[in-house]
């Protein structure tokens, strides 16, 4: 089977794109002319649908704000073999899809990222880029290093990896989700860089730096907490006892001084927070061996999946 044999689609998530929307369809319909393209509304307030059916594109909705239901929606509902899925606000490259997807079809890799190449400097945000540097830094000590732009918008997926893939995230925190996945199965991924371009004019980012900055760190934790449990809770566990310890060390000189527990409180309080601390790393033991459980399913989904192949 060869790449033109292969059903490619393109999947456009927009949210009040109106000003960039027909570029990113005419775009990708001359860098991909056998993939069909559909862009997904988020309930825009503006022309979004109306342009992208003009272009071309097949329209349909996802009523539920936020990115991460787009993509949900997007993944459960289009049949393809690769996907390519990309921001509609025109700042990615679409010449570099057939290079994607070359560099996925050829190392049968199951996702390719798209690392993003500022072509001038208000591309990328001063705070943004900062953010992306914390959150892959984060990402890379938490579950290993693989990915150098965990943020970026142009992902190019394999079959196995969307039909096994549990979206589970709202908003935009979706690519850090996506990549946490990917590491936690070890399945075979890459980055290419890209040119990365400025918002057309009348087109304006809904990435707040701070706030969807702090919701993808929390995803970060709370994927943490689900797929390290023993890590997470062993971490809290050693707090607990040192605290412990701390409280206890003036109570237990105090006793062995004077043979009496003249601060009880105090002493009740140490034992709590030692019995705390057991049982923290015993959670974590117990949500180990589930956790195991759950990679073991999510891999048999994984691999239910017929891999792609390029004859």
Excluded at 208 to 233: A, C, H, Q, V
């Amino acid at each position: 089977m060869t790449s033109t044999q292969l059903r490619i689609v393109v999947l456009v998530p927009c949210y009040n794109e109106e000003a960039a929307v027909a570029t990113v369809v005419a775009d990708f319909r001359k860098a991909l002319p056998s993939a069909a393209i559909y862009v997904y509304d988020n309930n825009s307030r503006d022309r979004t649908a109306t342009l992208a059916r003009e272009a071309g594109a097949i329209v349909r909705s996802e009523r539920r704000q936020g990115k991460g239901h787009v993509v949900r929606r997007m993944f459960a509902d289009v049949e393809a073999d690769v996907y390519v899925l990309v921001d509609g606000d025109a700042t990615y490259d679409a010449p570099s899809a057939p290079r994607m997807i070359d560099r996925l079809l050829d190392d049968h890799l199951d996702m390719v990222v798209g690392l993003r190449v500022d072509q001038v400097q208000a591309a990328y945000r001063l705070g943004h880029r900062t953010g992306n540097r914390m959150l892959t830094g984060f990402l890379a000590s938490t579950f290993g290093h693989a990915f150098k732009d965990i943020l970026s918008g142009y992902r190019v997926f394999s079959r196995r990896f969307v039909k096994s893939f549990p979206v589970l995230s709202d908003g935009f925190e979706i690519e850090t989700e996506l990549a946490v996945y990917a590491l936690e199965l070890s399945l075979p991924v890459a980055e290419i860089e890209t040119p990365y371009y400025a918002r057309p004019e009348g087109s304006f980012s809904k990435l707040n730096t701070w706030r969807d900055g702090f919701r993808i760190l929390g995803t970060m934790l709370k994927l943490y907490r689900s797929e390290r449990p023993l890590r997470f809770f062993t971490a809290i566990g050693i707090l607990l006892a040192a605290a412990s310890v701390i409280l206890a060390i003036p109570v237990l000189i105090t006793f062995i001084e004077t043979g009496l527990v003249p601060r009880l409180p105090t002493a009740v309080l140490a034992m709590g927070l030692m019995i705390m601390a057991l049982l923290s790393v015993s959670s974590g033991l117990v949500l180990d061996t589930v956790t195991r459980g759950r990679r073991e399913m999510k891999m048999l989904a994984y691999l239910s999946q017929p891999a792609l192949k390029r004859s």
